[in-house]
């Protein structure tokens, strides 16, 4: 920790003090494989091998760790690497039980990947935690939460959620990645685990697809160093640098992201041709006082439906400035269609039954002129 008290100073200073040699004050790509030892078992500062340890990774990792208020960060070569690596600590028999609102790449590697090795899982409604505790069976070892969760925006309350499943033994997974250590630190409110999808908010640039776990626990953190160098899903040196680079900007991205956020949603809100919102910073969501409590404001993704005479084929083609496609979290204005798109892994009964209907349009609002935006939605609209 520098000499520096808060997020938006360790953002830029966090993990990385300038290199020794030539005084870089940017972290230099090591873009190296392998690093020559001096005699047998004699390494210049027990770099050995870049898929064990490599400089440019361990400043992101440090920086992560820090961000996060945890002792160890881990960084992967995607989100779902992060969360493969995660779900590795787990055994046959052994069963997590996962927040509803999933995201859909989750639930798929659970579904049909770890199934194969006899871990169970399921999903679970965990806005009433008293209800949710009894779920907690002794085969249960984790926890796994979004929150705002994928794609309706779902709040939990992270605090108890964590306190009731270290009641029971199992550990806290949070899936962070929809608000990032700027607005949500969930280590600080009693979870185990934290894991991003960097390749969102973090990068924040749409360019670089990278994934990331942060740990208190010292033994934990042996546990995932372990298999991040078992496994192998590593990041490598040059994305570790791009993700080091985007996480410098990240509060004022977010300050911004944010504020176009909630005013879209206010907007979407008062709009007699849009039938539902979902946005956590809507005093109307009713998640609103928890997310007010954990995190620092709604963040910056929104869900809507339009009301039942408008075509939203028509809707997505109609747009201008926002662009259709998968992910969210960058500068850039995304909308995506999570019914086809990102949960097309979640077969459509479920999906129904938890509320994501072939209507519901996701918008991943960008660092944009709010105007231009509303534009764009409000000519869309009247389009379809
Ligand atoms: C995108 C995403 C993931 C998967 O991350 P990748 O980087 O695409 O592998 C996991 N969780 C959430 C919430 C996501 O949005």
Redesign the pocket.
Same mark, same amino acid.
């Given at each position: 920790m520098g000499s520096y008290e808060k997020i938006e100073s360790a953002l830029i200073h966090a993990g990385y003090e300038n290199d020794k040699q030539t005084g870089a004050v940017n972290v230099p790509i090591y873009q190296t494989s392998t690093y020559q030892q001096d005699g047998i078992g004699e390494m210049r500062g027990g770099w050995e091998y870049s898929r064990t340890g490599n400089p440019t990774r361990q400043a992101l990792e440090k920086l992560i760790a820090e961000l996060e208020k945890g002792t160890a960060g881990f960084a992967f070569g !995607?989100?779902?690497?992060a969360?493969t690596a995660v779900l590795s600590l787990f055994k046959t028999g052994d069963k997590i039980l996962l927040s509803s609102n999933v995201?859909g790449?989750?639930f798929r590697v659970l579904d049909k990947v770890f199934n194969h090795f006899g871990i169970t899982y399921s999903l679970e409604d965990m806005t009433d935690v008293e209800a949710f505790e009894k779920k907690l069976t002794p085969d249960v070892k984790a926890v796994l939460i979004?929150s705002p969760a994928?794609p309706l925006l779902t709040i939990t309350d992270l605090a108890a959620v964590a306190a009731a499943a270290k009641r029971h033994g199992a550990l806290t997974i949070v899936?962070n990645?929809?608000m990032s250590p700027y607005l949500q630190r969930p280590l600080e409110l009693g979870a185990d685990i934290v894991v991003h !999808?960097a390749?969102?908010y973090l990068g924040g640039h749409s360019d670089v697809?990278?994934?990331l776990a942060v740990v208190k626990d010292a033994k934990l953190a042996e546990q995932i160093a372990f298999i991040q160098n078992s496994t192998g899903g590593v990041l490598g040196p040059f994305d570790s640098f791009l993700l080091i680079r985007g996480i410098k900007t990240l509060a004022v991205r977010l300050d911004r992201h944010t504020e176009n956020a909630q005013a879209i949603a206010e907007w979407l809100a008062e709009n007699p041709e849009v039938s539902r919102v979902y946005y956590p910073g809507l005093t109307t969501h009713p998640g609103y006082d928890i997310n007010a409590r954990q995190a620092k404001n709604g963040g910056a993704m929104i869900s809507f439906e339009l009301t039942e005479k408008h075509d939203i084929r028509k809707f997505y083609k109609s747009l201008k400035l926002i662009a259709l496609a998968e992910?969210?979290g960058g500068v850039e204005s995304l909308v995506c269609h999570p019914a086809t798109m990102t949960h097309a892994a979640i077969p459509k009964e479920t999906r129904e039954k938890v509320g994501i209907t072939d209507n519901l349009i996701r918008f991943s609002v960008g660092i944009e002129a709010k105007e231009d935006l509303i534009a764009d939605l409000t000519q869309a609209i009247q389009n379809s």
């Open positions: !995607s989100g779902m690497a969360l995201y790449g989750t979004e994928n899936d990645t929809f !999808s390749t969102k697809v990278a994934g992910s969210l």
